[in-house]
């Protein structure tokens, strides 16, 4: 079929082809990227690839290019051991325990804007919130905070641009900087004096046989958890507000019935993932619905189109605040479940109820612009006004 994920009316908007995927293409080929790479798009067969890590590896990264097995995004037991260091740090009670400090920021943010009459929400509060709130979690300075959102907005546009070379200088300034930043605290840490108590220190100054764990890992980790932690929470605080304020009415039945948040964001997440799908590389030739993929193939697991497979949700195009709990596969599935999902709920839910009790007559302004890299999908910008 002649589909892409860069066909223009697709990057407008990705759910373009879905239904043709679904019903008649659910292995399909792209040849519009260098590797090309296949992409599986019905429920079962994302989720058996998620299952399957032996033959659907993260061996040479979830992106779309081949990268070298480093951090959390390789496959078990180095996988097991990395995201090990990090679990203690999203547990359900620490990520409760964060319910205070991000319900106040979040009115802080509220509060810069709300005699303004308008904002732009990506910039004004999506995007600030879970940065700042990860920001302090792994211990960045905050006088260094502008420059850290700076680079998240850096590594982003780099995940899927066609030349991601144009970043480099950036992305070498980030690693730079996170660098500096490990090795002070593991100087502190040899010296016997007491570091931060925060999560780079806690990789920075973690030994495996009495020596510091590998730089090149722990920055791999470091950088994970920068993009992971901010950018998908952003696009799923900005995707769930746009759809709730297309249709006025699904506004009003949130502010009047606040109960309705949670759904609102799970719905959200399932209509609009913030990552489209993340890529797998097959160890073997695979059969899948009929079509072999080769040995050592990037393979795309469209979570967004199998999040609208029919055979899974009803009446899959709808966006209903009504409608049962299902497994979407926003978050993935398996050894490599998304870490910051409960930190992601709590951010958006938060955001959402702060926004309907002081902001209830909020509107659209524009449908503003769609962030950049193919397999993602957000709001760069979502201008709203308020009387």
């Known amino acids: 079929m002649a589909w892409s994920p860069f066909l223009p009316e697709v990057m407008q908007d990705p759910s373009n082809g879905y239904g043709e995927l679904l019903a008649a293409c659910p292995v399909h080929r792209c040849d519009d990227f260098e590797p090309p790479f296949f992409t599986l798009s019905r429920y079962a067969d994302v989720e058996m690839a998620l299952r399957d890590i032996e033959t659907f590896s993260s061996q040479f990264g979830q992106g779309p290019r081949f990268t070298p097995p480093i951090g959390m995004l390789c496959d078990p037991p180095q996988h097991t051991f990395y995201r090990s260091l990090v679990q203690r740090a999203f547990t359900p009670r620490m990520i409760e325990g964060l319910r205070p400090r991000v319900a106040e920021l979040t009115d802080e943010l509220i509060d810069k804007v709300v005699e303004q009459g308008s904002c732009d929400l990506h910039d004004d509060i999506a995007f600030p919130l879970p940065v700042v709130i990860i920001a302090e979690l792994l211990g960045v300075p905050t006088a260094d905070l502008e420059r850290f959102k700076h680079w998240s907005d850096i590594q982003v546009a780099a995940m899927g641009a066609r030349d991601p070379s144009i970043y480099a200088s950036e992305q070498e300034a980030f690693i730079s900087y996170m660098r500096n930043q490990m090795r002070s605290r593991r100087e502190d840490a040899e010296r016997g004096l007491a570091p931060p108590d925060d999560l780079m220190t806690a990789l920075a100054t973690h030994r495996d046989n009495d020596a510091f764990l590998p730089e090149e890992q722990v920055l791999s980790v470091l950088n994970q958890l920068l993009v992971g932690g901010n950018e998908t929470t952003t696009s799923l605080i900005t995707n769930a507000m746009w759809r709730l304020l297309q249709e006025p009415s699904r506004w009003q039945r949130v502010v009047a019935d606040p109960t309705l948040i949670e759904s609102a964001v799970e719905e959200s997440l399932r209509f609009d993932p913030p990552v489209l799908g993340l890529y797998r590389n097959t160890t073997r030739d695979v059969s899948v619905a009929g079509t072999t993929i080769p ?93």
């Open 295 to 387: 040995e050592g193939s990037k393979v795309m697991l469209h979570y967004a189109a199998a999040n609208r497979d029919p055979d899974v949700f009803p009446d899959p195009d709808r966006f209903d605040l009504d409608r049962p709990r299902k497994r979407h596969l926003a978050f993935g599935l398996g050894v490599h479940f998304c870490l910051g999902a409960p930190m992601a709920r709590l951010e958006a839910e938060l955001a959402l109820t702060r926004l309907a009790a002081r902001l209830p007559n909020l509107e659209l302004a524009g449908d503003g612009e769609r962030i950049a890299p193919f397999f993602l999908w957000g709001r760069r910008k979502l201008p709203l006004r308020w009387h």
